[in-house]
C-alpha cells in the first residue's frame, strides 16, 4: 500500500512506463496524464493500461500536474460513490489549490448545491429537488417528447438527409427540460446553444454562463409573481425553504448537466443503431427492446466517463492503495462499467442489467436519471418510427468525437432517408406554431412496433 503524492508517509517505486509509452503521455514520477493525445484519442485504451499498471485504483496526473487517484474498478467506485462519511464531495476539503486559471475550477470549484454538499445539507437540499421532480407527469412529458421530436423532423424529413447530433439530439432535450423548468418555449434553442458553450472550452464560454445564469434569475421572479406546475415554481415553494440563491444555482446545475447528459445518452444510442448491425437485428427480431438498448448505451459509453468530485475525509485504503485525507478521488465511471470483475467479455449483451455505473450509486445517484431515460427512449423510438430507412451517410470511421476530462461528444451523426411531407406541413418559410397545453392525440403518437419490422437487416 503506497502513496505517490510528494510529502506523504511513504513516497513509493513507480513502475517503470512501457516503452512504447508516448513521452506526452507521461509526466512527473512516471504517472500517465488523463489529458493530452493519448488520453483524448483513446480514453477506453488509456483506461486498461492503468488498470494493467496500477490495478483497481490508479495515481494519475490532472492538467497542470494535480496529482489524484482514478478509480478503475467497479466495485471500488460502489465504494466511495456509498461511503460519503469517507468520501465527501465537498471540494473545500481538497488538499490542493488551483491556480486562478486552471481548468479544473469550473468543475471542481464549490457551489451551494447538492452535487457538492454531505450528510444534513444534502439531505436538504436532495429532499426538495426529488420532490419537486416527483411532481412531473410522466405521461404528460412523453406526450411532449414526441410533439417536439416532430417539430425537429418537420424541419429536415422533406430534404432526405440531417445531421442528428446537431439536428435533433442537441435541441431535443432543452425543449423538453424548458417545458418541465418553466422556460417560455421561445427561449429554449438560444438557451440551450448557451448551455453547450459554457461547457465547452471556448472563448465565449464565460458570456454563455452568464446567458444561463440571467435566464434562471427571470424564470425565478416571474415564478415568485406567477407560480406555475414547473420545477422552478416547485422549488421555490418547498418546505425544505431554499433560498433564492439555492434554487438558481439547483435549476442551473440541473439544467447544464440533464441537458448534456440526455443529449449525449440520444446521440450515442443513435449510433449504436445506425452503426451496430447485430443491435439493429436485436431490434428487429424483437429480441432487444429500445430500453435494453439504452442500458448497453450507457454501459459502454455512458454520457459522463469521470466524475472528479470526491475527496477523502482522512486517510484510508481503496483498492490497496493507501489514500490520503484530502486526495482527490475521481471516480472512472466508464472504466468501471468494462471491469473485467463484472465485464470479462464486452462482447455479451447486457440486455436489462442496470447495474451500471453511468448514474452513480449511493446518496448521490441522480435524481432525475428516469426523466433522461424516458426522453431518451420516446425521442428515438418516434424517430425510428418516423424515419424507419434512415441510413448513416459516411463510413463509421469518419464519425468524429470530441474528448474532454469527463466526457466523449459524438460531435456528427449525418444520415439519409427517403424524403417525407410532414403530417401538418406548413408554408415554404413559415415557423411552427407553438405548442398548446393540450395533450395530443394517441392517433399523433408512434407505433412501437412498426418500425421494428422495417429496420435492418433487409
Not at 131 to 142: P, T, V
Not at 175 to 202: K, N, Y
Request: proline share 9%; glycine share 6%; with cysteine.
Amino acid at each position: 500500500m503506497t502513496s505517490p503524492f510528494p510529502g506523504s508517509p511513504s513516497t513509493p517505486s513507480l513502475p517503470s512506463p512501457p516503452a512504447q509509452c508516448p513521452a506526452h503521455a507521461l509526466g512527473t514520477g512516471g504517472l500517465r496524464r488523463l489529458y493530452g493525445p493519448e488520453a483524448e484519442r483513446a480514453p477506453h485504451d488509456l483506461y486498461e493500461r492503468l488498470r494493467q499498471e496500477h490495478g483497481t485504483v490508479a495515481p494519475v496526473l490532472l492538467p497542470g500536474d494535480i496529482r489524484a487517484w482514478l478509480v478503475l474498478g467497479h466495485q471500488e467506485n460502489l465504494e466511495v460513490l456509498r461511503n460519503p462519511l469517507l468520501f465527501s464531495a465537498d471540494s473545500r476539503r481538497w488538499n490542493v489549490r488551483l491556480a486562478p486559471d486552471s481548468p479544473l475550477l469550473p468543475i471542481t470549484a464549490y457551489q451551494p448545491v447538492i452535487a457538492f454538499a454531505d450528510g444534513d445539507a444534502h439531505a436538504r437540499l436532495r429532499s426538495a429537488i426529488t420532490d419537486s421532480l416527483a411532481r412531473i407527469n410522466r405521461h404528460g412529458n412523453r406526450r411532449y417528447v414526441v410533439r417536439y421530436t416532430d417539430r425537429l423532423l418537420h424541419a429536415f424529413a422533406a430534404a432526405g438527409q440531417a445531421d442528428l447530433v446537431t439536428d435533433f439530439a442537441e435541441k431535443l432535450p432543452i425543449l423538453v427540460l424548458s417545458r418541465q423548468f418553466g422556460i417560455a418555449e421561445q427561449d429554449a434553442l438560444a438557451l440551450g446553444e448557451a448551455v453547450r458553450d459554457l461547457v465547452r472550452p471556448t472563448e465565449t464560454a464565460l458570456k454563455s454562463n452568464q446567458t444561463v445564469v440571467e435566464t434562471m434569475q427571470e424564470l425565478i421572479q416571474r415564478k415568485k409573481a406567477s407560480p406555475g406546475d414547473d420545477l422552478a415554481s416547485w422549488l421555490l415553494r418547498h418546505e425544505a425553504g431554499l433560498s433564492e440563491d439555492e434554487v438558481l444555482q439547483h435549476l442551473r446545475h440541473a439544467l447544464v448537466a440533464a441537458n448534456e447528459n440526455t443529449a449525449n445518452l440520444v446521440a450515442n444510442t443513435l449510433r449504436m443503431v445506425l452503426t451496430d448491425r447485430r443491435f439493429r437485428g436485436h431490434l428487429a427480431g424483437g429480441q432487444m427492446t429500445l430500453p435494453d438498448a439504452l442500458d448497453q448505451v450507457m454501459w459502454d459509453q455512458p454520457p459522463l466517463a469521470l466524475i472528479p468530485n470526491r475527496w477523502a475525509t482522512g486517510d484510508t485504503v481503496l483498492g490497496g492503495r493507501q489514500i490520503n485525507g484530502g486526495d482527490m478521488v475521481m471516480l472512472g465511471l466508464s472504466a468501471g462499467n468494462r471491469d473485467p470483475v463484472v465485464r470479462p467479455d464486452l462482447s455479451t449483451p447486457v440486455h436489462g442489467n442496470r447495474s451500471h455505473l453511468a448514474f452513480g450509486k449511493g446518496p448521490h445517484e441522480c435524481p432525475g436519471m428516469d426523466i433522461g431515460r424516458a426522453i431518451a427512449d420516446t425521442a428515438i423510438d418516434t424517430l425510428l418510427a418516423r424515419l424507419p430507412d434512415i441510413q448513416l451517410s459516411v463510413p463509421e470511421s469518419e464519425l468524429s468525437v470530441t474528448t474532454s476530462l469527463v466526457s466523449s461528444r459524438l460531435n456528427t451523426l449525418p444520415v439519409h432517408f427517403t424524403p417525407q411531407r410532414s403530417r401538418q406541413e406548413a408554408p415554404a418559410g413559415a415557423q411552427p406554431q407553438p405548442l398548446t397545453e393540450s395533450p395530443i392525440t394517441a392517433a399523433a403518437e408512434p407505433s412501437r412496433a412498426s418500425w421494428r419490422k422495417r429496420v435492418l437487416p433487409r
